[in-house]
């Protein structure tokens, strides 16, 4: 096998009594550039990794503490009181393992993603299977290490026909001892919330400043001082950028890391379920692959696709149903306070005995039926292909933090919407409505009327659904990223390709790169998206950080396109948007989802026709991807060729600091072009002046430069035409 070299080695000393007995196995990217090296050290597993000569972990423990059995069977008596303990103590997996056997394979492809950063992705590992037994109770584990030419990936595998069939994990214990003291970008570790601005530290100084960046969220559980979550994105000293995550999180809790800052050491922290325990499974079962992503450059760590590569390919048959969209949305003004979900003015509703037919509206809801008319005449004369509406159904009077079961029916409109009418009315302008199923964490109760749901949208026409996850979960005791939810919102998206509806899940896990196998899983939200900014606003550095941490396992429904920045001016909220309108068009670029939304109002778009032109014509779905000049925390600049029209494309976002750019265009084909440039303007300013900005045309070439100058939280825009 080509650059795969594999070596196991039997170290004795003779002169010692005690003489350790050492197996290791060595594998190479199939550049040769990345080399892995696996070793069992006194019954222990662990491995390292090495990018040419530069360590990048060092040797790092492999193994899990389990739960000695499934379920609480002892009865304990303590005067008047009643326990329930475990019959059998836990146990460790985690040493006296002797290795029984070894594999090693190859794989490259191309393949084609249904949507995507490009039309087609390159995968190309060498593996690596370690086959240990542990002495003692002769169960079996089996680690899979794939390495590819951009990183890392190992999972562990638990094989049948052995004593350990059903059992419960007490924690995983992967390490990542990292060679390094690294610069880190993270958001605290939380089992129920990844809506944090990103901050930046060495790993050493993470815990003293973990309380500073803490924020406020309706469900929020953080762990420790020391935990963080994936993807995490780090770089070294010696000038690597690293990046830990997770592929294929499926029947598993979600992975935070717990943060050894003295050691610059990280470990493995799973989310526990309502009694404390970390994972219910069955054999032959497997965990997700840990990914170690290593890359040269802030360019090349954007350009991986080693967590997609590393998922299984697509379970649907038929995808031609699977588009990607643009939408605008009955939505920004409800969050910004300009409107409300609800519809009326009482403190408790009770589903299906609540009579709305009776009860005085309050006025300010916005999904009423000439509202919802005039978003869809203003989106089909702007050739959008659909418009979200939230508030459209029952129940919004009390939904939120009222640890409510029975919250929404995910059926019953308001008096004020008329459902069929206004899909009838949508449909004619060729306009899809979006439906919005917020479950206010009342998963049961989603469940419950999940099939429902879905059939009322296969009724009316609808396509697409956000769904939505606010609030702590119920049942009561379980989180957000916990194997139970995890499985729910595998569910949901499952259920829904039966449909033929894609989904846009907000709230809940980050994405691990399953959209490859169910690409009807369109967008996720799943960080502090453009919301925040109505809710106190959010820095600019954030969304220079979030391609390299959030969207490494997925794309976001991020909802940019605001080109009103006082919204105290606009609806009396004090919040302000930390942004200039050129750099809400630089996102469209920057932030990828085939899912994009021009989520300002029509009247604010209609004040600025000329910048919102910039909206209508940038595609949503790419061909071919250039990552040009990037560094998280500080800005980025990308070039994208879309699929269908071949049409390129390019945009850049900064922090709070103004920036200037040379931007060579050779990813340009031959022939001359019409360069629209929709750039900040001398004085623009995302506090004092975010609305100033220009736009000029230039003829240009794959032999041209464009010096481009970025205002302090700006940025900017460009679309190129064909000179005829």
Request: net charge negative.
């Given at each position: ?136 109770s002769n169960r079996l584990l089996n680690i899979r290490f794939r390495l590819f030419d951009d990183g890392l990936g190992f999972r562990y595998e638990f094989p049948q026909d052995q004593d350990l069939v059903y059992f419960v994990i007490k924690e995983e214990l992967t390490e990542f001892a990292m060679a390094e003291d690294c610069f880190a970008w993270w958001i605290p570790g939380d089992y129920d919330t990844q809506e944090y601005e990103y901050e930046e530290c060495r790993l050493s100084e993470i815990e003293k400043n973990f309380r500073n960046f803490l924020r406020g969220n309706s469900s929020q559980t ?360 050129a750099n809400q068009l630089g996102l469209y670029l920057t932030m990828y989802s085939p899912l994009q939304m021009a989520a300002d109002t029509p009247e604010h778009y209609s004040e600025h026709m000329d910048a919102f032109q910039f909206i209508k014509d940038v595609a949503v779905d790419w061909q071919e991807s250039r990552y040009l000049h990037a560094e998280p925390g500080d800005y980025l600049i990308i070039a994208r060729k879309a699929k269908e029209s071949g049409q390129w494309f390019c945009g850049g976002i900064t922090d709070e600091n103004p920036r200037e750019f040379d931007v060579k265009l050779d ?58």
């Open positions: 096998m080509k650059k795969l070299v594999l070596m196991l080695a039997v170290a004795l000393t003779a002169c010692s009594p005690k003489a350790e007995i050492t197996d290791t196995a060595t594998l190479a990217s199939p550049d040769g550039e990345l080399t892995m090296n696996f070793i069992l050290e006194g019954g222990v597993p662990k491995y390292s990794l090495k990018h040419k000569d530069t360590e990048v972990v060092l040797p790092s423990r492999l193994g899990f503490d389990m739960r000695g059995t499934v379920k609480a069977e002892q009865l304990n008596f303590e005067g008047s009181n009643v326990t329930k303990s475990d019959v059998k103590p836990g146990f460790n997996f985690d040493r006296n393992f002797e290795l029984v056997g070894t594999a090693t394979d190859s794989f490259e492809e191309d393949w084609t993603p249904v949507w995507g950063e490009e039309s087609t992705i390159h995968s190309h590992y060498n593996e690596l299977l370690v086959q240990l037994k542990q002495k003692d953080p762990f420790s001082t020391s935990g963080v979550q994936t993807s995490l994105q780090m770089k070294s000293d010696s000038g690597l950028y690293i990046n830990i995550h997770e592929a294929a999180l499926v029947n598993y809790p979600c992975m935070h890391l717990l943060v050894d800052g003295k050691n610059h050491s990280l470990r493995s922290w799973l989310t526990p379920d309502a009694q404390g325990w970390k994972g219910y499974m069955q054999t032959p079962c497997n965990t997700p692959w840990r990914t170690i992503q290593v890359a040269e450059s802030a360019e090349e760590q954007l350009a991986s696709r080693l967590v997609l590569n590393l998922n299984e390919p697509c379970a649907i048959e038929d995808v031609s149903w699977i588009k990607p969209v643009k939408y605008m949305g009955v939505w920004w003004e409800m969050i910004a306070g300009k409107g409300s979900w609800s519809y009326t003015d009482v403190p408790s509703v009770k589903i299906g005995e609540f009579d709305y037919s009776t009860a005085k509206p309050h006025g300010r809801h916005s999904a009423n039926n000439d509202r919802v008319r005039y978003y869809i005449d203003f989106a089909a004369e702007h050739g959008f292909d659909a418009l979200l509406v939230e508030g459209w159904n029952i129940g919004w009077e009390d939904w939120a933090n009222c640890s409510k079961d029975y919250v929404f029916d995910f059926q019953t409109p308001y008096p004020d919407f008329d459902i069929k009418a206004l899909n009838d009315y949508a449909h004619s302008k060729g306009i899809s409505l979006v439906m919005h199923h917020e479950t206010s964490s009342s998963v049961r109760n989603y469940e419950r009327h999940m099939e429902a749901a879905y059939d009322l949208m296969n009724e009316y026409g609808y396509t697409s659904v956000k769904s939505g996850y606010v609030g702590d979960i119920l049942p009561r005791g379980e989180y957000h990223y916990g194997q139970w939810m995890v499985n729910h919102y595998l569910y949901a998206v499952t259920e829904a390709a039966k449909h033929k509806i894609t989904v846009n899940a907000h709230e809940a896990v980050r994405p691990t790169g399953l959209c490859r196998t169910w690409p009807n899983l369109i967008g996720n939200e799943s960080a502090m998206g453009t919301e925040y900014q109505a809710f106190g606003g959010i820095g600019p550095k954030h969304t220079t950080i979030l391609p390299f941490t959030r969207l490494n396992g997925g794309p976001m429904d991020y909802t940019p396109g605001i080109f009103e920045q006082n919204l105290k001016e606009w609806c009396g909220n004090d919040s302000w948007v930390n942004a200039t309108i990813f340009l084909p031959e022939g001359e072009f019409e360069a629209t440039i929709y750039a900040d303007a001398e004085d623009a300013h995302y506090k004092n002046n975010p609305k100033a900005y220009k736009i000029t045309k230039q003829t240009v070439n794959s032999g041209s430069t464009l010096n481009i100058k970025m205002a302090a939280g700006g940025g900017f825009a460009i679309s190129f035409q064909a000179c005829k």
